[in-house]
């Protein structure tokens, strides 16, 4: 039982509103770009590459100002600005799309480290599993229940463009949360221990490959010509990722090797299967994209319990750190994604299945074996 569940659950409940509004507007930017303004699939990559490499900078930002100046301040600052991102729907080409959500995504990155360690600050060691694994729960239920309206939507015939603008009214709800939560305090410097730094190394690596899900969106796209069952695959995914993040929390398991089993392992077999089985089309695509919520679930619970274990006193900028190795990843691996997609779907997927293998094995051979 969480000693301070009020304080947990209002941060989990600002991640749910956030994602119930910005993860419209994830799921949209593949469709908007490549379907409404006809960019080619490199041009996502690209896209996709800015949003991340940025993104890594400013989460190192973030968690740096957030130990400096309090994490309650800048969680709230960076939050209310992922706001820009709705703006999307306003956008007339597709260099417009991409600033917009380049810029609400930054700002997305900005805070994530401040929240993150504000879960740390209002719980105990013992308790991290738990309320990491709540706060995946609801931040990924509150996704999985926006990409659910948007494939409504568009079912109905309603352009996502249109839909991006309604998603500013979660967001300040969002807001709102956050700067309700009795924590948020300052940070003492202290470097984290060699275990934490391969953690950052490892997630680097399986960013590699944990390449934005527009690209399985694309996939499914191009092979039912229908786009709302293109989104669904998103909302699979997600579904997924928030009940196994919410069990992954409760379970007692190692949670080394539960990252690199559950984790990475997982996330590479996923890949594979998505280079061989996605000319299937449903029967292919949407078991895979459940799998893959099943192994982001064990990520993005187990990463920050680890990191949050690993440091005294300088929980954000650690946190920072975290979210600078995944976003180094998300850059190069988005951009590698988009050339070899241009030349075979299957390459970019093989690509993904060998950065998400060198994560495992980085794990498995520098942690695990040698304890």
Do not use: C
């Amino acid at each position: 039982m969480l000693t301070n569940r009020r304080e947990v659950l209002k941060i989990s409940f600002s991640a749910f509103f956030a994602d119930l509004g910005y993860q419209a507007a994830v799921a949209s930017f593949p469709i908007i770009l490549v379907f409404y303004f006809h960019a080619p699939i490199f041009i996502y990559g690209i896209a996709e590459s800015l949003n991340y490499g940025g993104g890594s900078l400013m989460s190192l930002l973030g968690g740096y100002l957030a130990d400096k100046y309090g994490r309650k301040k800048i969680g709230v600052l960076g939050n209310s600005l992922i706001i820009i991102l709705s703006f999307t729907g306003l956008a007339v080409n597709y260099v417009e799309a991409l600033i917009l959500f380049m810029l609400g995504w930054w700002f997305r990155n900005f805070r994530t480290p401040a929240r993150r360690a504000m879960v740390s600050e209002v719980t105990t060691e013992s308790e991290r599993s738990e309320a990491y694994g709540i706060l995946h729960a609801l931040d990924i239920g509150g996704a999985a229940l926006a990409v659910t309206y948007l494939s409504i939507a568009l079912y109905l015939g309603i352009k996502a463009t249109v839909i991006l603008l309604f998603t500013a009214v979660p967001l300040v709800i969002s807001t709102i949360f956050l700067a309700l939560v009795k924590a948020g305090g300052k940070g003492k410097p202290k470097i984290m221990v060699r275990k934490g730094w391969i953690i950052v190394i490892s997630t680097m690596f399986f960013a590699f490959s944990q390449y934005s899900f527009g690209f399985p969106i694309i996939t499914t796209a191009e092979f039912t010509h229908k786009l709302y069952l293109a989104t669904i695959t998103y909302g699979i995914f997600l579904a997924s990722s928030a009940i196994f993040g919410y069990v992954f929390g409760k379970l007692k398991l190692s949670e080394y090797k539960a990252l690199a089993f559950l984790g990475y392992l997982l996330a590479s077999l996923v890949s594979l299967g998505f280079a061989f089985l996605s000319p299937l089309g449903l029967i292919g695509i949407y078991p895979l994209s459940a799998v893959m919520g099943i192994a982001v679930a064990s990520t993005e619970t187990f990463e920050p319990t680890i990191i949050s274990k690993l440091t005294r006193g300088e929980v954000g900028t650690s946190m920072g750190a975290l979210s600078l190795g995944r976003s180094i990843g998300l850059l190069i691996g988005n951009s590698a994604m988009g050339f070899l997609y241009q030349i075979s779907f299957s390459y970019a997927y093989i690509f993904a299945f060998l950065m998400s293998f060198i994560a495992f094995m980085i794990v498995i051979t520098t942690i695990i074996k040698r304890g």
